[in-house]
């Protein structure tokens, strides 16, 4: 049934860059949002970038302005989160989340979660 499943994390060094990747199975693609939290040791779950599906449309959380880039490839079911210049603050499990929100940095209002993907970035 419906599912997202992560995959593109690891460990970097700062300066690197890491493409994530998830594949949405059953997904509303016309009427659904995609985005990308993560949560790290110690602090809350933050949202870092979305996007709806239908309009192509990106929005971005403020650590992620100027170095993430979010994008969507229709033929491969596929959200992707291009990151560049990480930093050790970086590190976190970061999740991808689908559903019909209102509010794209909601994370209350996405309905399916991914299992995540760990990305550690070393100094």
């Known amino acids: 049934q419906v599912r997202l499943v992560e995959s593109g994390g690891g460990l970097v060094q700062a300066g690197d860059s890491l493409r994530l990747s998830c594949v949405g199975s059953g997904i509303t693609f016309g009427r659904d949002a995609m985005g990308w939290f993560r949560q790290a040791p110690g602090r809350e779950r933050e949202f870092v970038a979305a996007i709806r599906w239908s309009s192509e449309s990106p929005f971005y959380g403020d650590s992620a302005k100027g170095r993430f880039t979010i994008a969507i490839d229709n033929a491969k079911s596929t959200m992707y989160l291009q990151m560049n210049s990480l930093k050790p603050e970086d590190t976190a499990v970061y999740y991808c989340?689908?559903?019909?929100?209102?509010?794209?940095?909601?994370?209350?209002?996405?309905?399916?979660w991914g299992q995540g993907t760990q990305v550690t970035v070393s100094s």
């Open positions: 989340a689908a559903g019909r929100v209102e509010a794209l940095t909601s994370a209350r209002e996405y309905t399916l």
